[in-house]
């Protein structure tokens, strides 16, 4: 996380203390290292300086300092850290001090950089921070020095507004960056990176070049507002866990285990389709599969269906640097005035399912619900709506039940986790010499 732990030390000196408060530099701030205001034990700062140099300057022994004014010692400071990091849902975020140097229970996530970055932007003070391109930054006994801002993608980038970088050995290159365009605000999140700018760039470009506003909204039952063209979206319902390995059958080689056997799958498609067919029974849905990895769901979950309904198909690609979608094979009807549920194979960064929803929402649907088989959460970029989920799983590499590895094991009854990929990708027929031996493929 490095650096980006700041956040959360500003946060927290936002919150309990006012910027003319005065703080004495102790000995273990003056100490502390690398990044540094260059503070010296006995002098007085006043904290708004300190947050200045904390969020603009990224100064470790400003963080220090601020944290020992806030609680009395950096020990009892980290405390306040985690238990703020619990009252912000942040479930797997661990602090270890107030800077961000590398420590065996100093760590985060993307989702959870996300949601802090998020919140910290909601402060005017630290907002107010973290735009600012520079400072000159003086203390009490009127020694004083201008610093540039270690946040570059400020003057490089259109519409930059913070929020907070970070790099340590341990962490690479890390960056929570904000930027706001035409009323829109777009996060984006890198992590142990090389080059955190340029990757941050691609990712902010992307946002503002794919997810153009839609012009509808969804209200609920409690709002007086007129009602818009979409139906109510049903609630979302219950969805299986993958965890760790809780249905895994087998394991070949330690390359690959078996996750979810073909009979879990059949046995969430079965309820997947149930549930639809119940929020669906007064209506004709345009079932909409994303080709080619969700053709084989599609297909097993409308077979279940109990409902009337009409089937297409649409394909994306991916262009440029950025990674932007394009369609590649449209629908072959109009989706305007229909009740459009679309049907994924997996949704991961949310990129492209944001993509999809923005378009048909400007096709004028008259509702839209997605079904996906897989939910890769903790992949996730951008916010996303999933009405009914199949499975919620970790990162691993899946193959098998329509996602395949170069074009190999679509046709896979059950879903299979790669853990030596390595190893996979020098002998991908690994798995296929182990299935169709023993009839684990669809016929």
């Keep these: 996380m490095a650096s980006t732990t700041k956040m959360m030390t500003a946060l927290l000196t936002i919150e309990n203390s006012s910027p003319d408060e005065t703080v004495v530099v102790s000995d273990r701030a003056e100490r502390t290292n690398f990044t540094q205001l260059g503070l010296v034990t006995g002098q007085e700062w006043t904290v708004g300086e300190l947050l200045e140099g904390l969020v603009v300057v990224s100064a470790n022994d400003a963080a220090v300092a601020l944290a020992e004014h806030v609680s009395g010692d950096v020990e009892a400071f980290v405390e306040l850290m985690n238990a703020k990091a619990v ?7 661990s ?30 003070e630290y907002a107010g921070l973290a ?3 520079e400072v000159t930054v003086e203390s009490a006994t009127g020694r004083g020095r201008r610093w540039e801002s270690t946040n570059d993608l400020l003057a490089t980038l259109a519409g930059a507004i913070g929020v907070k970088t970070g790099k340590t050995r341990g962490a690479g290159e890390v960056l929570v960056s904000a930027a706001e365009r035409d009323g829109r605000r777009i996060y984006a999140v890198v992590m142990g990176s090389k080059n955190a700018v ?7 470009e992307f946002g503002f070049d794919v997810f153009q506003p839609s012009g509808l909204r969804l209200v609920d039952d409690n709002d007086n507002a007129p009602q818009t063209d979409l139906d109510p979206q049903p609630e979302a319902g219950p969805v299986g866990t993958m965890g760790r390995r809780e249905w895994g059958q087998m394991a070949i080689d330690h390359i690959l285990t078996e996750v979810v056997s073909a009979e879990a799958i059949e046995a969430r498609v079965g309820e997947l389709a149930a549930e639809i ?3 669906y029974s007064e209506r004709v ?13 599609m297909a097993d979950l409308v077979r279940e269906m109990t409902v009337n309904h009409e089937a297409e198909f649409l394909a994306v690609s991916r262009f440029g640097e950025g990674g932007r979608v394009k369609i590649a094979m449209d629908t072959s009807v109009s989706l305007e005035d229909r009740h459009v549920l679309l049907v994924e194979d997996l949704v991961d960064t949310g990129l492209t399912h944001s993509f999809l929803t923005e378009l048909f929402h400007t096709r ?12 890769k959460a903790p992949r996730r970029i951008v916010d996303v709506q999933l009405d009914y989920r199949g499975f919620e799983v970790g990162e691993e590499f899946l193959v098998g039940y329509g996602l395949d590895y170069e074009g190999r094991y679509r046709n896979v009854r059950s879903l ?7 190893a996979f990708t020098n002998d991908p027929d690994v798995l296929a010499r182990e299935l169709f031996a023993s009839d684990r493929v669809a016929g």
Aim: glycine share 4%; charged share 20%.
């Design 95 to 124: 602090y270890e001090n107030p800077h961000g140097f590398d420590a065996p229970n100093h760590y985060t996530t993307a989702r959870d950089l996300m949601e802090l970055g998020r919140i910290a932007m909601e402060s005017p």
């Design 364 to 375: 004028n649907v008259a509702s839209m619900s997605t079904v996906t088989l897989i939910d």
């Design 416 to 422: 299979w986790a790669v853990q030596d990929f390595e």
């Design 87 to 93: 009252d912000l849902g942040l479930e797997d975020t």
């Design 131 to 133: 735009a600012l391109p």
């Design 198 to 204: 340029a990757d941050s760039t691609a990712l902010l």
């Design 277 to 279: 067919s119940d929020d």
């Design 285 to 297: 849905p345009v079932v909409v599969g994303v080709l080619n990895a969700a053709l084989i769901f």
